[in-house]
């Protein structure tokens, strides 16, 4: 390594250092408490309530399996908003209005994303999908069908696992599809892989498909996700691309569903993944399975229902909310990695801020700087040669009287 290079080197470490340590302590800290809210009866009925205070704001996420899994992220400008449930009302045929924030004039911002349906189709041909065709589809899993209970539950995190109740009988009897939430009460980096970074402003999700019996030997999987935004907001859909893959070798995408709120002076709010998943409990780069991910619908979409977002939003879910959704598929290209060891594993990001975007790695900023310092040390090495050359020529004509 050039001498520039040492040179520099310790100094980008620092800067990286640096900047690392300037942004957690920008970053806010907020005070967050899991709490896990039993209903009336049965334990498939409860809610799961994240709540995130910050300087003058709270951050709501409602978690629940009564009908669709349903995450509702409502952002409010008071430190001491709380959620409220008449339960009566959230477990009859119309739940509208079932669940609310207290007080109401505090919320400035609400939003929704509901897991709707898990696909199976025969990836024999996997070049179909992509080109819009005629893909042999197996009946779809309905994850409102499903019965949810919390099966695990820590400070900062809860797995909601679903069981196929429609279907007991079925291909999935013995598999499992869950949704573990983490939150976070700081900005940080997830140890496990894709090592998404996060802020106190977010909670990620992890879909979890374990031991669900595959109906064909080249089946490949689909997750559609639906998102409700108030009237007058959207969704976008952006990929976001880096040549640097360092906390997530091989995945150069990061992709996120972020909403134009009405009022620009709130949110935005983010849904957001890098496109790979995983095949295995102990995620690693060898059962790496490709995540993709297809046009965001948006025309004339209806939520369907049962779910929490339809007792929050109440009646006018539809008419006066604006509905997308997006499938995202898991496909291993050559081997068969679900095949393999019966699991699929994929990371989300739901917040609120503007999305965490990843910064150089001090890895690759050193590489930059080595290959940027290399020329930049051999140039000036070489106008010291040239220097002297000179001096050591003129001293040459030294006059000699
Ligand atoms: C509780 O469950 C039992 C049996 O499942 C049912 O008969 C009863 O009506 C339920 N009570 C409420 C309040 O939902
Ligand atoms: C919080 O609100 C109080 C009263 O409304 C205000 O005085 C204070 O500056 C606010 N703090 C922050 C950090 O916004
Ligand atoms: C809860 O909802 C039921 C049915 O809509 C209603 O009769 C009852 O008054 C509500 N309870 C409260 C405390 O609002
Ligand atoms: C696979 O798809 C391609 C077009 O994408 C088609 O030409 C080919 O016939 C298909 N193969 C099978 C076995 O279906
Ligand atoms: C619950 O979660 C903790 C932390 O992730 C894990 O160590 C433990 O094995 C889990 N327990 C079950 C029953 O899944
Ligand atoms: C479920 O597991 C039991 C024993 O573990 C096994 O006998 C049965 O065949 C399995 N059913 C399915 C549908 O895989
Ligand atoms: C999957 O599709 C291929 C051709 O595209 C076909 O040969 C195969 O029989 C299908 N498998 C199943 C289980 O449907
Ligand atoms: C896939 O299943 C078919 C029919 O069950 C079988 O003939 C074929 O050998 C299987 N292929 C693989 C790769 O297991
Ligand atoms: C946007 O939100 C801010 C803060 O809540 C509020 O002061 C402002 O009036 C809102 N603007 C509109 C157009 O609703
Ligand atoms: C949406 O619905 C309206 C009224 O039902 C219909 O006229 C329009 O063609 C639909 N648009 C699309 C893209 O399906
Ligand atoms: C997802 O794919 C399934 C199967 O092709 C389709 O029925 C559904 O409409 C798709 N949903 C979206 C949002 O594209
Ligand atoms: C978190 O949300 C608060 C409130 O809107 C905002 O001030 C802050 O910048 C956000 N933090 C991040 C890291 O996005």
């Not at 999987?221 to 990929?239: A, D, P, W, Y």
């Not at 409990?281 to 991910?293: K, V």
């Not at 001090?362 to 080595?370: E, G, K, N, S, T």
């Amino acid at each position: 390594m050039p001498a520039g290079g040492r040179l520099l080197l310790p100094g980008l470490w620092l800067l990286g250092g640096l900047s690392c340590l300037l942004a957690a302590a920008g970053g806010d800290r907020r005070q967050v408490t899991l709490q896990y809210i039993p209903g009336s009866n049965s334990s498939s009925a409860s809610l799961l309530h994240v709540r995130a205070v910050g300087r003058n704001d709270t951050l709501h996420y409602v978690w629940s399996g009564i009908g669709a899994p349903t995450v509702l992220l409502v952002y409010t400008r008071s430190e001491s908003s709380a959620l409220h449930v008449n339960w009566t009302k959230l477990l009859s045929a119309s739940p509208a209005g079932a669940i609310w924030i207290e007080p109401p004039g505090s919320v400035v911002y609400s939003t929704a994303v509901v897991f709707t349906k898990v696909f199976e189709y025969n990836g024999t041909n996997a070049s179909g999908l992509s080109k819009g065709q005629e893909e042999p589809f197996y009946p779809s899993y309905d994850l409102a069908g499903f019965s949810w209970q919390i099966v695990n539950q820590t400070a900062l995190m809860a797995k909601f696992q679903g069981m196929n109740t429609v279907d007991p009988g079925g291909t999935s009897h013995n598999g499992t599809i869950s949704f573990q939430v983490t939150a976070y009460e700081e900005g940080g980096r997830d140890s496990p892989l894709p090592r998404l970074l996060h802020t106190a402003n977010s909670s990620k999700v992890e879909f979890i498909m374990d031991s669900v019996a595959p109906r064909g030997n080249k089946s490949r999987f689909l997750l559609e996700v639906v998102t409700v935004e108030e009237k007058g907001g959207h969704k976008r859909l952006q990929s976001v691309r880096s040549i640097d893959d360092e906390y997530t070798p091989t995945i150069f995408e990061m992709a996120q569903l972020v909403s134009k709120p009405r009022n620009d002076s709130v949110g935005p709010s983010f849904f957001q993944w890098k496109t790979t998943a995983y095949g295995s409990r102990d995620a690693s780069r060898e059962n790496a399975i490709r995540c993709r991910y297809y046009p965001l619908q948006t025309a004339n979409r209806t939520l369907p229902g049962p779910s929490i977002a339809h007792a929050y939003f109440g009646e006018g879910l539809g008419r006066s909310h604006s509905i997308a959704a997006i499938n995202i598929s898991f496909s291993g290209e050559d081997g068969e990695v679900y095949a393999e060891k019966g699991y699929l594993s994929w990371s989300a990001l739901l917040g609120f801020g503007t999305p965490p975007k990843d910064a150089f790695s001090p890895l690759v900023m050193a590489i930059v700087a080595v290959a940027l310092g290399t020329p930049v040390v051999l140039l000036l090495a070489g106008a010291l040669v040239v220097l002297f050359a000179r001096r050591k020529r003129r001293s040459q004509y030294e006059p000699i009287n």
